[in-house]
């Protein structure tokens, strides 16, 4: 279904203003052949499939899934210790083999899914690549520190030891330096984005990714007196952002050749994704494995963790939505630009902290709650770029914001 829609999306998205409208219309979105296309993602779906629009049973639920998982691996890692030293016999150094195969079989198919070669397009619009770039380097890795920081190391210091909360703000850090990739897909169908552009902004963080994240942690890092090894961190970047990089670029490039764009993307794509799905779930378990005494013992610093992330998505979502909108940028490039900058990379960022920190440590523990978080707060965010849709097409149009009532007339 979603495939549809981003198949219909290549071609319809050249929109078409009839010269003789009036002023306050705004423009008609046309296809390619000149018929009038679909009023919205859901329609085009419907056109295309016969199927309304939603999220897969795994994504609408997956905090459910989440859950389920901290339950099932605190309950093992508490009343079965022993679970934990087997695992431990699969590790080298702080390298979990176990936890690091599955934390590749969640990534590389992600990189899969993204075409470099469409940051060739970004010049055609660039205030939308601006506004995700900037957002994402500038101001999301700091603003996250700046939440964090004032949560765990000043206001929560009643219930967080100065210790344990250097911990959680290190995963704090290693999740705000992250910016979304794959889910962001998600949250610019469900509102009505252009997946084409999108996709233009999620290869271009992918791209910086590369070069920006290790500097960014470690700078960070440096400022919290958090002492970690630098050279982890940049082995952290080459095993699950590089390497999966590489060798998900040759795959694409080999299988498009060799089996075409059809069998790429709707049979070896679909059935990657349920790898996934399940390289994910049992990632989780063997975390809480580990943290199962961490959360009997102090179940509400889940509650204590989520605080700050959640404000700083908001604060990033507002800031990257509320400046596209003050830029005049379309609505179908504005939110996915909030959506880019609000979600968050977390695979990564658990695959460093492990790497970094341990499986027991509470940096894991703080970006696993990252992922408890993230789909019922990205849906509130897909809400409200819907509500404020109308909003953001008539400053794009250069309309008032608000449609000027007729005048009554007097008796």
């Not at 963790?305 to 005049?328: D, E, H, K, M, Q």
């Not at 408890?372 to 953001?392: C, D, G, N, Q, S």
């Amino acid at each position: 279904m979603l495939d549809a829609y981003v198949e219909y999306s290549r071609t319809v998205r050249e929109k078409v203003t009839d010269n003789d409208s009036k002023k306050d219309e705004l423009p008609v979105p046309h296809c390619i052949d000149g018929t009038i296309a679909p009023k919205s993602a859901e329609e085009a779906c419907e056109v295309a499939t016969g199927e309304k629009k939603h999220l897969s049973v795994f994504d609408r639920y997956l905090s459910i899934w989440v859950a389920l998982c901290i339950i099932v691996g605190t309950l093992i890692g508490y009343f079965i210790p022993g679970t934990a030293r087997v695992l431990d016999k699969a590790s080298t150094a702080r390298i979990s083999w176990p936890i690091a195969v599955l934390i590749w079989l969640m990534i590389y198919p992600m990189m899969l899914k993204i075409d470099f070669k469409s940051i060739l397009q970004a010049g055609k619009k660039p205030k939308g690549v601006v506004v995700t770039t900037v957002s994402n380097w500038l101001v999301k890795p700091y603003s996250m520190y700046l939440f964090a920081s004032l949560c765990f190391l000043v206001l929560f210091t009643p219930w967080i030891s100065h210790s344990l909360g250097k911990q959680y703000l290190a995963g704090a850090i290693l999740l705000g330096a992250a910016p979304c990739t794959a889910m962001v897909f998600v949250w610019s169908y469900l509102a009505d984005g252009d997946p084409a552009y999108t996709l233009i902004q999620v290869a271009i963080n992918d791209a910086i990714i590369l070069f920006a994240y290790a500097p960014i942690v470690m700078f960070l890092m440096g400022v919290s007196k958090i002492s970690i090894p630098y050279d982890t961190v940049i082995l952290s970047v080459v095993l699950f952002v590089v390497v999966p990089f590489a060798f998900g670029y040759a795959s694409r490039v080999y299988l498009l050749k060799r089996k075409g764009a059809d069998w790429f993307e709707n049979v070896f794509l679909k059935k990657l994704s349920n790898v996934t799905v399940v390289a994910l779930l049992c990632t989780l378990i063997i975390i809480f494995i580990y943290q199962g005494k961490t959360i009997v013992e102090n179940p509400w610093h889940i509650v204590l963790i989520a605080v700050p992330l959640t404000i700083n998505t908001y604060f990033i979502f507002a800031f990257s939505y509320g400046w596209a909108w003050l830029w005049r940028i379309n609505f179908e490039v504005a939110a996915p630009a909030g959506f880019v900058a609000a979600s968050n990379f977390f695979e990564l960022a658990v695959a460093v902290a492990i790497s970094l920190f341990g499986l027991k440590s509470g940096a894991t523990l703080a970006t696993v709650v990252g992922v408890l978080e993230e789909v019922p707060i990205m849906l509130t965010l897909v809400w409200i770029a819907k509500r404020t849709k109308k909003y953001v097409d008539r400053r794009h149009a250069g309309l008032p914001i608000r449609e000027e009532e007729p005048a009554r007339e007097t008796v």
